[in-house]
């Protein structure tokens, strides 16, 4: 594993813990799927903070281009992580008698689903090396910006 990947993780654990905290208090006052989709996005501003400051190098790109990939990336992550929350949650413990903490386990097992496919889609697309793109002048003319 190498060692971008095991930041990943750890900054991906402590972004999924505020997911499973968030989610855990949301509750109190939601209804769990509510609290699951809020307490995504707890996670996500999280693991965006953490993993643009400790896990992957500078893009090129403005917060605003990144966080737009970002979510590009979490939407495929968090349509995982709800269908199997609630699955677990609402159909599959019910139906095998399974009940201690079933909310949190199925929540927690939801959260940990995405971890690999989110890592290589954050640094393959939302992290990746913004490049610039030289036009057909002659050289010395300045640099087009083809993402921004």
Do not use: C
């Not at 992957?56 to 199997?84: D, P, W």
């Amino acid at each position: 594993m190498s060692g971008q990947f095991l930041r990943f993780l750890s900054t991906g654990g402590f972004a999924a813990t505020v997911n499973l905290l968030g989610r855990y208090e949301l509750n109190k006052i939601l209804s769990f799927e509510v609290a699951v989709a809020l307490a995504y996005l707890l996670g996500m501003i999280t693991a965006y903070v953490l993993a643009r400051r400790f896990v992957f190098e500078t893009s090129g790109r403005s917060v605003a281009s990144e966080l737009k990939r970002f979510t590009v990336v979490n939407a495929f992550s968090f349509t995982l992580v709800s269908s199997i929350s609630i699955g677990l949650a609402k159909y599959l413990f019910p139906a095998i008698g399974f009940v201690w903490r079933a909310d949190d386990v199925a929540h927690l097992i939801g959260v940990a689903t995405p971890a690999v496919t989110s890592y290589f889609g954050h640094r393959a697309y939302t992290f990746s090396t913004h490049k610039t793109v030289r036009s057909a002048e002659p050289v010395g003319v300045a640099k087009i910006d083809a993402f921004r």
